[in-house]
């Protein structure tokens, strides 16, 4: 029998579930679905939504889940791979310690399942089919947190139970901000989008010269990295400042990724990285004041092509590969 290339991507996040048909061949994705994952009512609830998008998905697509290979879903925190159980989800309401989430999922949706991060997901999709292809990559996506995958020698570099590859968390300062995890100084509590707002939000405080709070229409609930790219676009200097100080930190994050594994890409994406080369540069130029053992002449830092696609495409090519024993 021919192997299956019709698998479902889900990307489980803190306001939507979203899924869609992808070709692991080609990478194109169909049939796109969306349900809000209201997650306070639990997680059968929203396991159970996500088994609707896959017959919906299924309906409109015209593929019969005969002809579906299975399902594969990110999710926004730590998972044990071997046991298909959600771990520990960040910002994330409502109990999910130990839930057998790929289990209920299979049973409930007629289809074989399997998880993974969904850092861990957009990195297999950018590798795969976006701006990572054929190189060995590390991967940042720059959003609420900092997260991250490694592609080494080839291959989605997962560790034992899937939790390899926790970029946002790499320490540049031992005394620095404690972070969510519970180090200090991890590049996610200087550079995550939360942590770019707060920069600015004190900037205006402080009464510093900006228009940031100008655009905010004085309200500093409404300053965001948007905002602030806004502010910076049109010249304004704190502006800039924030974004070559929170470059600067990833910078010297990216630089012990390529001191350990020497990747061929450094791929950023997420909705901070819509900044563009506001933050891309000032990380460029991080890693060539900070990496001196080696040529970074040849180290790219890309912005990431496939945007919210990533991780439904990533999270179905994991399906096919787990799936399959790839
Ligand atoms: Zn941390």
Not at 43 to 53: E, G, Q, R, T
Not at 90 to 103: A, E, K, M, Q, Y
Not at 125 to 145: H, N, S, V
Not at 250 to 278: C, E, M, Q
Request: hydrophobic share 40%.
């Amino acid at each position: 029998m021919a192997e299956k290339t019709r698998y479902i991507g889900i990307d489980l996040g803190g306001t939507n579930i979203k899924a869609a048909l992808v070709n692991t061949e080609t990478g194109e994705i169909a049939a796109v679905q969306s349900a809000p994952t209201n997650s306070r009512e639990g997680h059968d609830a929203v396991i159970a939504s996500m088994a609707k998008l896959v017959d919906q998905i299924s309906t409109e697509s015209g593929f019969g889940k005969d002809e579906i290979g299975g399902v594969g879903v990110g999710l926004p925190g730590s998972i044990d791979i071997g046991k298909g159980t959600s771990v520990f989800l960040t910002n994330f309401p409502g109990h999910w310690i130990d839930v057998p989430v790929r289990d209920q999922l299979s049973r409930w949706s007629g289809l074989p399942a399997s998880l993974i991060n969904d850092a861990r997901a957009m990195t297999l999709g950018e590798w795969k089919f976006g701006a990572g292809r054929g190189y060995d990559i590390a991967c940042l996506t720059l959003g609420t947190g900092i997260g991250g995958g490694l592609v080494i020698n080839g291959r989605l570099h997962l560790g034992p139970t899937g939790s390899a590859g926790e970029l946002g968390h790499l320490s540049v300062d031992i005394n620095g901000p404690q972070c969510g995890c519970g180090n200090r100084g991890c590049i996610e509590s200087f550079a995550s989008g939360p942590a770019i707002s707060a920069m600015a939000m004190k900037a205006v405080v402080q009464g510093r010269e900006t228009k940031i709070a100008t655009l905010a229409g004085g309200d500093l609930n409404r300053v965001t990295p948007e905002l602030i790219t806004e502010a910076a676009l049109a010249g304004d200097r704190i502006a800039r400042e924030i974004y070559e100080f929170a470059g600067d930190v990833i910078g010297a994050g990216v630089t012990n990724i390529i001191l350990s594994v020497s990747p061929g890409r450094i791929v950023i994406g997420g909705g901070v990285a819509a900044a563009g080369d506001l933050i891309l540069d000032p990380i460029r130029q991080s890693i060539r004041r900070r990496c001196f053992l080696k040529e970074t002449d040849q180290i790219e830092v890309v912005p990431a092509k496939l945007g919210n696609t990533a991780g439904l495409i990533g999270a179905a090519v994991w399906a096919r590969d787990h799936i399959t024993g790839r």
